[in-house]
Every structure is written in C-alpha cells, then in structure tokens.
C-alpha cells in the first residue's frame, strides 16, 4: 500500500491498551474539529467530531477532548486493537469560510 | 466502500503536461472537496464545491482548477505540471450541514 508521511511522528502502543493521540489547531476561529484514520493504501476515514461549544465528546472505543484555552484537540482510543494501526489526522473547520486545515498527522503502531 | 468513486487510480506524465481528474461524490452529496496529499506537506484543502458552484478555496496554485457539473460528479484538471505537483489526490463529498466527509480511494499522480 501508499506510504503517507514518511516523516510522521509515531505512537507504539501495545495492544489492549489505550491511545492518546494530541493536535494543537491553529485558527481560534475554527468551530468544528475532526478525527479521520488513514489506513495504507486508502482514503481518510471519519473518526468522530466535536463543536467549539464542546469540551469532550464520546464515540465507541473514542474519546475526542478539547481545550480551546490551548488550542489543543486529543484523541483517546480505549483498548487499542491492531486495526487500529493507521495515521490519524485532526483537522479543523471555520463554518464561516467552509475552510478545513488537515494537522501533519501522527502513526500509530499497535504492538502484538 | 465509501461510495465515492475516482479516476484513474494511477496517472504518470511528463512534465508542461495537462491532466484532468474524475470525482464522483456519493449519492445525494452535494458538496466536493479535493485535497492534495503530499509526503512533506500532509493533507492539503484545495477546493470546495456545493451544488455546482464553487463554495471555498483552499491553498489550490493557479495552475490548477475544477469544476462540478450539473450530475454532482467534480472534475481537478493540473495544468503545467512541475514534478512538485507529483502527490495523491482525494476527492471527498458530504451532505449540506454534515461535518463528516467520506473519502475517496484517492488519484496518485506522477510527474516524471
């Protein structure tokens, strides 16, 4: 399959447990953030979102928090399996100017 | 499967060369986007189209252009190519209000 960012940073994990994965957004003015998994070979693939007006929401085995003080958006997956290996991007989203900014994207590894 | 469908898969060419790009979104989405994926620059937001027009543009050079035509499918056409615009090409669709974007398997270009 493709190779996407060769240069990424990686997270290793082992299998079970769980996965942080961290984004720091740029635009103050972004009101929709996003999680997506890329898998080798294939296209982003939606996670899960979260509104500005939102803190912390919950999806099955994710958790997305966000910190609009620091501009920081995390991804917590819970007993992390081996399908879950891919590059994760954040990204944001300004309704006003229907703009998206993709963050550089993190891998993650998940150990046997 | 995310529904939306693009082509070619693979395209090679030489450089000062044309290429045109296929995008078909997902039944009943009205809005297209297209990224360009690079190794040193990530996920890059070009444009954004709803409905047939032209809803935002992202970091997209004047070398390159697209349109939606009246059936929804989207067409990137790269003009003058330089060996820089050598990169995966996603085109990705959503319905109106819809944060979640489904992607497509993606176009690899590459210019020798």
């Known amino acids: 399959g493709e190779s996407v960012g060769l240069h990424l940073p990686t997270l290793s994990v082992q299998e079970g447990d769980n996965s942080i994965i961290n984004c720091a957004y740029s635009n103050s003015a972004s009101d929709y953030f996003i999680w997506y998994k890329q898998e080798s070979g294939k296209g982003p693939q939606f996670i899960i979102d979260?509104?500005?007006?939102?803190d912390k929401r919950q999806g099955q085995r994710v958790t997305v928090l966000l910190n609009k003080t620091v501009k920081h958006l995390s991804l917590q997956i819970a007993a992390t399996q081996p399908g879950d290996s891919a590059v994760y991007f954040c990204?944001?989203?300004?309704?006003?100017?229907?703009?998206?900014?993709f963050g550089t994207g993190t891998r993650l590894k998940v150990l046997a | 499967d995310s529904g939306v469908t693009q082509t070619p898969k693979h395209l090679i060419t030489a450089t000062g060369q044309r290429v045109t790009l296929r995008c078909s979104p997902r039944?009943?989405?009205?809005?297209v986007y297209w990224y360009q994926q690079s190794l040193d620059q990530g996920l890059q937001f070009l444009i954004q189209?709803?409905?047939?027009?032209?809803?935002a543009k992202g970091n997209i050079l004047e070398r390159f252009s697209a349109q939606q035509f009246p059936d929804l499918h989207s067409e990137l056409n790269l003009s003058s190519l330089e060996l820089g615009d050598s990169a995966l090409y996603f085109c990705?669709?959503?319905?109106?209000?819809?944060?979640?974007?489904?992607f497509g398997p993606g176009t690899r270009l590459t210019v020798l």
């Open positions: 990204a944001e989203k300004n309704s006003g100017t229907y703009k998206y900014i």
């Open positions: 979260i509104r500005s007006n939102m």
């Open positions: 990705a669709s959503s319905r109106e209000g819809n944060n979640e974007q489904f």
């Open positions: 189209y709803y409905n047939g027009e032209e809803r």
């Open positions: 039944s009943g989405d009205l809005s």
